[in-house]
């Protein structure tokens, strides 16, 4: 049994990566300043490029591309021994405010991890590895000088990596109230736990070998899906936190946009000026709910002078005793008071109707308003039965 029977899903961790990467670009555009933006960038990247280099299929075709035998071998450990100083230095970063000290300590980071990236070739190119090893090459080679070195000098930087990150994380995680952040740092904690199984399957297949025994299987079969796991989790850690709150932000536009809908068409028909802002298709969610607001506005400003906060009572009252909760009765109560204003609106809407009054337009009261706009039969019969009640009062 090799790997290649285990169908693991390389394609759906790169597509997901990938998508990330185009998500997160063009803020990179925006703000290449950024440090913590840069760094999230080059992250993402060299995740898809890793998992690109130990894909079987394209192991094979780096081989054949380059001319030597298991070149991939060495570029995919490089690519990974990046990904770990990335990992490692966007931790130190979040973790810790920007200080010189810091500045120090990631550059440190990023020359340790340069040099084993450096001593990867080295020791490559020392060993006699003229057998290709698609899905074994760790075990196959494990006895081979220079090739013994090469294979654990990755395994040591990954494992190092890992154990720091998670124990800066373990004593960091407990001060943290941002909930997106904490999610990011759970999600990491998970990654490098499969990280360290990861190394674990590993170590225990490669010392097998040097034991003279076979447990390959720990190493060929075992150990991939860890590594997979490790490797979208770490980057989903390290993505969260960053697109968390605009996605958050994002969302409660969209809720918000739609909820104002039906006041907004009610309203609509009254706003009427050549000065009107129109919507760009290009205009962002939250500059178009911004612009509703103020059509909503404009338009119960137009109303105010028409809007009876005893008529809304009485329909209040009504609704209540029809059976309808607080919030439905309050939100019908609203909805009520505004088409009756509408109406005396257009009836006379260059006349005074005696002293303006100031209408709520707060959001909840908005949201309420609009709310009560999806139950017109509703409406429109407590409106009915709290005229006909006023009328037989002014009768009386």
């Known amino acids: ?31 290449w300043r950024d440090t913590d933006v840069r760094a999230t960038v080059l992250l993402l990247f060299l995740a898809v490029a890793v998992f690109f280099s130990i894909t079987p299929a394209n192991i094979e075709r780096i081989n054949d591309a380059t001319g030597v035998p298991n070149f991939a071998a060495p570029l995919a ?9 990335s990992c490692l230095t966007m931790t130190i970063s979040w973790k810790e405010e920007p200080s010189a000290r810091r500045l120090r ?29 698609i899905y074994d090459i760790d ?9 013994r070195e090469h294979i654990l000098l990755y395994l040591m930087a990954h494992m190092v990596s890992g154990v720091v990150a998670a124990g800066m994380i373990w004593t960091w995680i407990g001060k943290v109230a941002a909930p997106w952040l904490r999610t990011g740092l759970v999600f990491l904690q998970l990654g490098y736990s499969f990280g360290l199984l990861f190394d674990l399957a590993k170590f225990t297949a490669i010392g097998a070998r040097w ?45 918000t946009f739609w909820r104002l809908r039906p006041l907004w068409r009610t309203l609509r028909p009254l706003n009427l000026s050549p000065a009107a802002v129109h919507i760009r298709i290009t205009d962002t969610l939250s500059r ?17 002078p028409y809007y009876d906060d005893t008529l809304r009572a009485h329909v209040h009252q009504a609704a209540a005793q029809a059976g309808n909760g607080q919030d439905r009765a309050d939100a019908v109560a609203r909805a009520a008071a505004l088409l009756t204003a509408i109406d005396e609106y257009r009836q006379a809407p260059d006349e005074e109707s005696g002293e303006a009054r100031a209408m709520p337009n707060d959001l909840p009261t908005l949201i309420s308003m609009a709310r009560g706009l999806r139950r017109r039969r509703t409406v429109d019969a407590l409106r009915h039965q709290a005229a006909s009640r006023e009328s037989a009062t002014q009768r009386a």
Request: proline content about 7%.
């Open 139 to 147: 075990t196959y080679y494990a006895n081979t000088p220079w090739m």
């Open 211 to 255: 034991a003279d025994s076979d447990w390959d299987f720990l190493s060929t079969n075992l150990a991939p899906p860890f590594a997979l796991l490790d490797a979208v989790l770490v980057a989903l850690g390290f993505i969260l936190p960053q697109i968390g709150p605009p996605l958050t932000d994002w969302c409660r536009d969209l809720v």
């Open 105 to 133: 300590v990631l550059r440190s980071i990023w020359a340790i991890y340069a040099s084993i990236i450096a001593a990867l070739w080295i020791t490559f190119s020392l060993a006699e590895v003229p057998d290709e090893r």
């Open 77 to 85: 450990y490089s690519l990974l021994t990046a990904f770990f100083a």
């Open 288 to 304: 178009r709910v911004m612009h509703r607001k103020k059509d909503i506005h404009d338009g119960l400003l137009r109303l105010g």
């Open 1 to 31: 049994m090799d790997l290649s029977s285990l169908h693991i899903p390389y394609t759906l961790p790169i597509v997901l990566l990938i998508l990330a990467f185009i998500v997160k670009f063009p803020t990179f555009m925006r703000a």
